[in-house]
């Protein structure tokens, strides 16, 4: 196979293809340079055509709290009392900038996963876009 762009979903699969053949050529062989320049070509296409979508900040905040092993009461620092902690993470209450600053900062979470638009539980996506101004209004409180 010729190295060429990835343009169209045929040349994704044959790239791919290609790259289950080379995967674990050496690095610095012929066979381990071209891997390297699939690999980016893939990359690069897959980012454009199939883009994964940040995780739910409550998803991503659990996530690290089970690698952390932490429990709620961990976070309260970070977020505020077991009340505003409880309201987080039962999606009635968004978080604030100053909770995404720490939460970052002190968990290494992912500023794109923490400021992503959380799911809200039980209410139409498309309602809740109708009022921006009830959404944003929240954003005010911390």
Known sequence: ???????TEEDYDAALEEIERLWGAPEGTPDGD??????VLVENYESKHHPIDPP?????IE???EQMNLTRKDLEPLIGSRGRVSEVFNRRRSLSLPMI???HQTLHIPLE????????QGTNP???ASFPMVRDAQDFQD
């Not at 196979?1 to 343009?7: D, L, T």
């Not at 739910?56 to 991503?60: E, K, L, N, R, T």
């Not at 996963?113 to 809200?120: D, G, T």
Request: proline share 9%; glycine share 0%.
């Open 1 to 7: 196979m010729e190295i060429q762009p990835v343009r």
């Open 34 to 39: 071209r891997l390297d320049v699939l690999m």
């Open 56 to 60: 739910d900040p409550i998803a991503a």
């Open 63 to 65: 996530f690290r709290m």
């Open 101 to 103: 600053r720490r939460l």
């Open 113 to 120: 996963s923490l400021v992503h638009e959380p799911a809200v």
């Open 126 to 128: 498309d309602l809740r």
